[in-house]
């Protein structure tokens, strides 16, 4: 009886303990690279007036509420990069705490396996290192799932709190529909709306009003997919096993859980749908299958989105399934400390406190401030500029400038195309231009093959994963 209670007394600190230990290992790293991938534009749009985030909306995938966090928060906080990273590491602590406390209402051993998965999965670092929506929508993932797995009662007003919880989730990313879906074959198994009519019907109006300023961006936006396409190939299968393996540090980490999984089905073998059905393990399986299945056959019938950004919201339920799952395999094994053990072994060949970017910001900015020296700047692709701009010129970045005022002041000038060059840079003695991998986005842009009819390639500098800067000047006369 004493060493229960000292264990229920552990169970009881272990949600705290894991969300400081995420805060403790992460904060070192937090300012360690430079703005990069699409942190930048993140960081743009934050900084714009509160209409102009939710204008934001009707000409990008993206809906404003983490813009609108980072917009109040940069204000009070300041423009460093630990300031306007840190709301996605306290996101993601939040997470671990959340999640461990789920998985401690099964035991000890859940909990410490669910902390060990949260706090040492390397994407689950990235993310938090990085001021994009990805952690907090992980978040809202988790706390709309808890909601579902603890029940509905007539008592509780959980209903309206799934309701306003599910308006953010769609207000953070749209993908979260997967999670919508999820919630809804959730409900409908237990016959929530049957048994609570009333309760319902009001839930899913509250539900209907909060979202209805996004209805109309996010079609539109539909329509626009439709339209133009993507950058992100088509998935293959393999993609289904592979992208489990990031989840969670490689195919050791997938190993172990097959093994847990099979051996919970071996405890349970003469009743193995009692298993299946049980609500802490049937839920976050259900909500598994359902985001991260869906989003591969979005991918294959409509646009891809089938990369590990996009997913990473599927790992809070097979993170949660996985430890809800292990607690059974450890009636086959006397000492329950030991799956703990083994997912914690298994986890540290591919962990990385500090996953880089594959994105040199500072030598890019160093190299090609060197090269232009007052010479025009070309940028292509443009969507890259920001990129740039947010590095090269952080003074003018992040004092709220337009872009397109900071691009006169330094003579940049983004592009898609050799036909977007003015004529004016065609007729001058020498330019600068910035390619960021345009060949994979734009494969015909042309710019290249353009510049060789007005110019020599003087010198070119490739920089780690994707640039490439090249100083182009005209031919001595007679050439």
Not at 88 to 107: E, H, R, W
Not at 315 to 339: N, Q, Y
Request: with cysteine; charged share 15%.
């Amino acid at each position: 009886m004493r060493i229960k209670s000292e264990l229920s007394n552990f169970n009881k600190y272990l949600p705290a303990l894991f969300a400081i230990l995420v805060i403790l290992l992460r904060l070192p790293y937090i300012d360690s690279e430079p703005a990069s991938l699409d942190e930048p534009f993140t960081l743009y749009w934050a900084q714009k007036s509160i209409s102009d985030i939710f204008q934001l909306a009707y000409n990008e995938n993206n809906p404003p509420l983490h813009f609108l966090i980072l917009h109040f928060w940069m204000k009070l906080f300041g423009t460093s990069a630990l300031s306007w990273r840190l709301p996605s590491l306290l996101f993601s602590a939040a997470l671990t705490y959340m999640g461990v406390v789920q998985a401690g209402k099964k035991s000890i051993f859940s909990a410490l396996i669910a902390g060990i998965l949260f706090t040492l999965s390397t994407q689950q670092i990235f993310f938090s290192l990085e001021a994009r929506s990805y952690t907090l929508l992980a978040l809202l993932t988790l706390l709309a799932m808890q909601i579902c797995m603890n029940g509905i009662n007539e008592k509780q007003v959980r209903l309206y709190f799934l309701a306003i919880i599910s308006a953010l989730l769609i207000y953070t990313h749209y993908l979260s529909i997967w999670v919508l879906i999820a919630v809804a074959i959730t409900l409908l198994t237990d016959k929530t709306p049957l048994k609570y009519p009333g309760k319902s019907l009001a839930a899913l109006i509250i539900f209907l009003i909060l979202i209805s300023p996004l209805v109309l961006p996010a079609l539109q936006r539909i329509g626009h997919m439709k339209e133009t396409g993507t950058w992100v190939s088509a998935p293959v299968i393999t993609q289904l096993y592979g992208h489990i393996n990031l989840m969670w540090n490689g195919a050791l980490m997938t190993v172990a859980a097959g093994l847990t999984g099979l051996t919970a089905l071996y405890i349970n073998r003469k009743n193995i749908s009692a298993l299946i059905i049980k609500r802490e393990i049937g839920i976050p399986f259900l909500w598994f299958v359902v985001i991260y299945f869906g989003l591969y056959i979005q991918s294959l019938i409509f646009q891809p989105v089938f990369i590990p950004r996009y997913l990473f919201f599927a790992s809070v339920p097979l993170f949660i399934f996985l430890a809800m799952l292990a607690d059974e395999s450890t009636k086959l094994i006397r000492k329950g400390w030991v799956l703990p053990l083994l997912i914690l072994i298994c986890l540290l060949p591919g962990l990385d406190f500090s996953p880089g970017r594959n994105r040199d910001m500072r030598t890019l900015v160093n190299r090609t401030l060197q090269l232009s020296e007052g010479t025009p700047l070309l940028v292509c692709p443009s969507h890259a500029n920001l990129g740039y701009l947010c590095n090269a010129f952080p003074d003018l970045f992040f004092n709220g400038m337009e872009e397109a005022e900071i691009n006169k002041q330094q003579h940049i000038f983004p592009i898609n195309s050799f036909a977007e060059i003015p004529d004016s840079i065609l007729n001058t003695n020498a330019l600068v231009y910035l390619d960021a991998d345009a060949a994979f986005t734009l494969p015909q842009n042309g710019i290249e093959e353009g510049l060789q009819h007005y110019f020599e390639e003087i010198e070119i500098v490739r920089i780690p994963e994707i640039y490439e800067v090249s100083r182009w000047e005209k031919p001595a006369p007679g050439k």
